[in-house]
């Protein structure tokens, strides 16, 4: 009898669970839209939600319907909803810089519905890969898994990335979520990764899959760097600089990707806080630029204005100056609490209220915001089950593979070959990262693969931490982690850093590694009786000349922070399962580069009168501790130069020493570089091709190299391939004059690919 009740039981138990289950599943969250016309056949009349219709027609019509009260609630971050036109709130933050992240309050995780989205590589490392497909593979795959997130009701479809801020100084806690130095890096990483989250592979390109925003517009590159923070930063930038380092990622996410948004900072530029500044807003990225999109603001620079700097008197003069001067947008509530009195007192009129609500309806629009249930629409059909799927999950760790730089390989110790490995000594603070791996902006991925288990997957490891974390300020661990060295056949120290070191609102102080990680280093490379791997995880680079010149230590990688599967991609690499092939995205200076140098001088080039060295391999001429573009192979591979001209003639008669960028002679004056590249190793190799150009010093202050152009080849051993550069003088060779105009200069331009050089003379 008994025995006979309990099967009944259990199942009564399954029908229960299951039915809970199912139903707090399904009443828990629904896509926010407009239009419901299912719900609601009223709103059929408005012509705002007629489909037919195009979208300036839409919105001219709905905007025409608001009163001030509705305008003013419809240019924050969180919008209100307006019941008489059947427009629900709406949360236009939400991130997606590396993977779907929660830390906008417009997307969120939940166990039960969605619990994690695929995490990859913060952008650091992707960006060292220099593979423009994997940045937008990358994006698209992140566009889908928000897709589906918002189709699930828990995301949004405005996304406020990429950060395309230029990496000025190596202390900078931000600097991880950039594509590091470089102005042409930045720009392509940001074209690609805005056109992965927005294009919707359909034929109507005014459609958006999701909105991307390139951010922080401009010159804001410090965070919290001794006594001065981001809030009452006044970065003073000359015209050069502005035109030539800190702007064109900017450009480039409007002209050649159609971002959706800019986002201004929150830091002064010049004495005037960026997000009132009509010539950066307006006269630049609305008039000159053309964005078709709406300007925002960083969280709350508004009232950063007004408590901070002290911008204006009233908290209403400052909204008005905002508006006038182009925002659109207010990520935080001061334009919903002083824009109607602002409009009532004439600091601002209400045409300019209308612009920006029309500025920001027109991208809701785009996104089919208000072309009723998204489960209709084109990505009506992406769920869960389009969320952390195999494919999505291998993706993050050819990603890491693809970005990881090998910095050190002394001949033999890498790769190790397991067969030939008893033990493994597993070493060092971020030894079972986890959470580090994913750096900042994450979200909540769907599982992680820490280096200890990517490493543990063929040979027998044993782990110490040596440090309790990355401060690393006690020796007590040392002893364990060193005797751990000296029974093993090969030691992997995995060190470096942690969102308590660099985040944002925290820069560096010093740029070696953290406490006492230097001497657990050296301690356990003294101890250890095999090859030693010094992995660096870190957004920034460290000083690691200790290690570079301690012959001890065999081999040394840099990881950044590689995503939910790091451990799995630095395995592959350890093992060479991958032969890494990543280059650095930005200079790795020695420690006194910190001590001597303010982070608060936002000069690129460097200044000889008062001992300035400048930034970047653009300017910068000092010791480095590795160069921008720096990363080994286990391969060697070879550039023989095809084609390249050695004269180019410039079709104009007055010119002296250069020409302006700007003008009709630069219609089609390109050439061509073809090169073949040949691996000369034995293993398969992805192998980037930069290629460099060093411009005649006849314009003041020019860079003494510049990258402008770089592609990705994979080859087989002893396989060769062709690669063409085609490039254009005027956008590409030309550089930056004191008053922030493009020329280009005449006489001889050296090319640089590797070892490779080549002068091209450029006359009249
Ligand atoms: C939508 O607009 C089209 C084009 O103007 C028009 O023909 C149609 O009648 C409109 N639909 C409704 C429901 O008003
Ligand atoms: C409002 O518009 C009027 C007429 O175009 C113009 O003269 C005035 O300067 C504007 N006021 C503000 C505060 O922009
Ligand atoms: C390593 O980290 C993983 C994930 O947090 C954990 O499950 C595992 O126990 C850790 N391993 C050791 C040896 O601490
Ligand atoms: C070192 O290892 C021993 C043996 O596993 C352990 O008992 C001891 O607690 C460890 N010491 C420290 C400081 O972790
Ligand atoms: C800057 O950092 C310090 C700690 O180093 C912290 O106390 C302070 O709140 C930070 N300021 C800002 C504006 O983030
Ligand atoms: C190298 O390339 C060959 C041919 O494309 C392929 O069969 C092989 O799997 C590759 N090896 C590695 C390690 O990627
Ligand atoms: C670039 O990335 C794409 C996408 O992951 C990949 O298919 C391709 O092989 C990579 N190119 C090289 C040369 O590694
Ligand atoms: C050599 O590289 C070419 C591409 O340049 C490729 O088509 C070919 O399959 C490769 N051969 C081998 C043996 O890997
Ligand atoms: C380029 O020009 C310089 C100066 O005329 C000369 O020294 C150098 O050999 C030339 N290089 C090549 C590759 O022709």
Known sequence: MAFQERPHLFILLVVCIFLSSFLSVSAQYTPSYACDIDRNPKLKEFAFCNTSLDVRTRV???????????KAGSIVSAADKIDRLGIPSYGWWSEALHGVSDTGPATWFDKNVVPGATSYPQVILTAASFNESLFYTIAKVVSDEARAMYNTGVAGLTYWSPNVNIYRDPRWGRGQETPGEDPVLTSRFGVAYVKGLQETGDHDKDRLKLGACCKHYTAYDLDN????DRFHFNAIVTKQDLEDTYNPPFK???FDANVASIMCSFN???GKPTCGDKELLQDTVRGKWKLNGYISSDCDSLEVMFNDQKWEKTPEQVAADALNAGLDLNCGDSLKKFTEKAVKDGLVNESAVDRAVTNNFVTLMRLGFFDGNPSKQIFGKLGKKDICTKANQDLAREAARQGIVLLKNSLGSLPLVPSYIKTLAVIGPNANATKTMIGNYAGVPCKYTTPLQGLSDSVKTMYEPGCTDVKCTSTHMFE???????TADAVVLVMGTDLSIEHEALDRIEIDLPGQQNLLVSEVAYAARGPVILVIMSGGGIDVTF???NPKITSILWVGFPGQEGGGALADVIYGRYNPGGRLPMTWYPRSYADNVAMTNMNMRADPSTSYPGRSYRFYRGETVYPFGYGLSYSLYVHHLIKAPTHLQIPINKAHTSFSA???????????????????????????????????QVIHNSPHKQLLDFKKVQLGPWNHTSVSFKIDVCKQMSVVDKDGNRKVALGRHVLQIGDLKHNISLKV
């Open 252 to 254: 480039s996410c409007v």
């Open 480 to 486: 364990n982690a060193t005797k751990a060295a000296a």
């Open 60 to 70: 001219h019509d709905l905007v025409k319907r608001m009163t001030l009260h509705e």
């Open 225 to 228: 760097w001794t006594s001065v």
């Open 547 to 549: 290690a570079k010149c």
């Open 268 to 270: 002064k530029l010049n």
């Open 662 to 696: 700007t003008d009709g002679v630069c219609n089609k004056l390109t050439f061509d570089v073809d090169i073949i590249v040949t691996n000369i190793g034995k293993m398969n190799g992805s192998h980037t091709v930069l290629l460099y150009s060093y411009p005649p």
